[in-house]
């Protein structure tokens, strides 16, 4: 099992940046895929991006391919999602998720597809 700790949300004005990390407990952090979601107010959670046990892979959801950049240090049990060019748009609550994984490929889909979740951390964006 692994518990999870975003940190690093906040106001931003739209064109800045944020960097969001995610620590986890435990000694087995490296067997995770890691991904973060994002839920804004009404809407259901979405998939933003996400990385591979050892960080060689990872993938975006199209609307943040070029402005975000998912990263792990697996020395530091620490996943980060540093995000530039921020738009009113990227306003919601960020989550961090982890998957035990058997496997070196990254996990995307839906929430269902990951095992342990953090309680979140709101980013907003303002115009």
């Known amino acids: 099992q692994v518990q999870l700790v975003e940190s690093g949300g906040g106001l931003v004005q739209a064109g800045g940046s944020l960097r969001l990390s995610c620590a986890a407990s435990g000694r087995t952090f490296r067997s995770y895929a890691m991904g973060w979601f994002r839920q804004a107010p009404g809407k259901e959670r979405k998939f933003v991006a996400a990385i591979s046990r050892s960080g060689s892979s990872t993938y975006y959801t199209d609307s943040v391919k070029g402005r975000f950049t998912i990263s792990r240090d697996n020395a530091k049990n620490t996943v980060y999602l540093q995000m530039n060019s921020l738009k009113p748009e990227d306003t919601a609550v960020y989550y961090c998720?982890?998957?035990?994984?058997?496997?070196?490929?990254?996990?995307?889909?839906?929430?269902?597809?990951?095992?342990?979740w953090g309680q979140g951390t709101q980013v907003t964006v303002s115009s």
């Open positions: 998720a982890a998957k035990q994984s058997p496997d070196t490929k990254v996990v995307v889909g839906g929430p269902s597809l990951y095992d342990y």
